[in-house]
């Protein structure tokens, strides 16, 4: 079965700091990976997916995410953090087969001033 | 084009009773799928509907059930209601034609069973 891994709960970063949420999955053959932020009161928003090709994937809002497939990890990067990308963040993964969308665990971004 | 919309967007029922929760796609998109997210468990996956047809089935009881109607709107319905279903209840469309395709969620609808 598939699964995903979000290993901290919080990431605390001052504002203009790069900023990693790291992310590791679990599936049979080869995964679709997505980055969802959520912010308060809100539902989720999709910044960036692989599907296949180059690693390193551009999403929403300056996100970035490289996809490593010998450690089977997905991290969400950004140069540069802002206090407004304080929310919660969810990885996400789905087989090339199996159709259902199954979440991590949530990290929880704050930027600090 | 418009985004999912989901009514209503705050529900409080008592136990035992039962609710029905409605979701609306973005135009064009026949995949509507449900979540359920809670601090404990946090996004647990419920159903996914696909032209009418439940696709994919999480663990969730029977009491959880949902329909999509021809024009892709969807209602999930929960029945004999426990405190435990208090959640925030999310809905997801997507044109659903191929597994690499992304989701676009609601602002969901926050549940509190009393």
């Known amino acids: 079965a598939q699964s995903v891994a979000q290993p901290e709960d919080q990431v605390n970063v001052a504002e203009g700091n790069p900023l990693t949420v790291k992310c590791t999955y679990s599936?049979?053959?080869?995964?679709?990976l997505f980055w969802y932020v959520q912010y308060p009161n809100r539902g989720l928003q999709f910044l960036l997916k692989?599907?296949?090709?180059?690693?390193l994937v551009k999403g929403s809002y300056g996100f970035e995410a490289e996809f490593n497939k010998s450690q089977t990890s997905f991290h969400l990067k950004k140069p540069s953090a802002l206090v407004s990308d304080s929310a919660l963040y969810f990885c996400?993964?789905?087989?090339?087969?199996?159709?259902?969308?199954?979440f991590g665990t949530g990290t929880r971004l704050l930027v600090s001033p | 084009k418009a985004g999912v919309t989901q009514t209503p967007r705050y529900l409080i029922k008592t136990r035992g009773q039962q609710v029905t929760l409605s979701c609306s796609p973005i135009?064009?998109?026949?995949?509507v799928s449900w979540y359920q997210q809670t601090p404990g468990q946090g996004l647990q996956f419920l159903f996914e509907?696909?032209?009418?047809?439940?696709?994919n089935k999480g663990n969730f009881p029977g009491r959880f059930s949902g329909r999509q109607f021809s024009n892709s709107r969807s209602e999930m319905n929960v029945s004999t209601l426990e405190l435990g279903d208090s959640a925030l209840y999310l809905c997801?469309?997507?044109?659903?034609?191929?597994?690499?395709?992304?989701?676009?969620f609601g602002p969901g609808t926050r549940l509190t069973v009393t």
């Open positions: 997801a469309s997507s044109d659903g034609t191929g597994a690499s395709y992304e989701q676009y």
């Open positions: 996400a993964v789905r087989d090339r087969s199996f159709q259902k969308l199954v």
């Open positions: 692989y599907i296949t090709g180059d690693n």
């Open positions: 509907y696909f032209s009418e047809t439940q696709r």
């Open positions: 599936v049979s053959g080869n995964p679709y």
């Open positions: 135009s064009g998109h026949r995949s």
